[in-house]
């Protein structure tokens, strides 16, 4: 007599899904008064906000850049040393986040480890597909890819000086 037994099918892993909205305003505690002070309801929409006041003509496009320019920065301080680069429409909302600096340093803290990640551009871009492969990277460390942000730029990457400690 011969017994058959059945293994059951592994059920797929979850996987999950970063998003960035609930990723920046999770960091307000440590920078309430970029909130409180201006009267908006969030971080979020203080950076989409300034995004609109300084480069970005559309609501729905600002928060499209901002949302992978997180992706970009968090994937970018989780993964030191991995060569990653943006194309410029994504890098518009790297600046963003940089260019408010407690925000940026609450970013370092929680995603950093609490160090410093340097933000040193070369100047030339590299035309090397970089891009792209970033756009995976991001992916694969559990956030949504806004394709057609990374294509945009696909051939033209403004990449970081890996001579600086940690830079991105």
């Not at 408010?100 to 370092?108: E, G, H, K, M, Q």
């Not at 460390?141 to 991105?168: I, T, Y």
């Amino acid at each position: 007599m011969t017994v058959t037994i059945e293994t059951p099918t592994p059920t797929p892993a979850l996987t999950r899904t970063r998003d960035p909205r609930v990723i920046l305003n999770a960091l307000e505690p440590r920078v309430p008064h970029l909130v409180s002070s201006v009267d908006v309801p969030n971080l979020w929409e203080r950076k989409v906000q300034l995004l609109l006041r300084d480069s970005v003509a559309v609501r729905s496009l600002a928060e499209r850049i901002l949302g992978q320019g997180i992706a970009y920065l968090i994937t970018a301080m989780e993964n030191p040393g991995v060569d990653m680069g943006v194309g410029q429409t994504v890098d518009v909302g790297v600046h963003q986040i940089i260019l408010d600096t407690p925000l940026y340093f609450a970013f370092c803290d929680e995603y950093n480890k609490g160090a410093y990640k340097h933000h040193a551009p070369l100047i030339e871009r590299r035309q090397d597909g970089t891009v792209m492969r970033t756009a995976d990277l991001i992916r694969a460390n559990g956030f949504e890819v806004d394709e057609e942000l990374w294509a945009v730029d696909a051939s033209e990457c403004s990449p970081c000086d890996n001579k600086v400690p940690d830079s991105h």
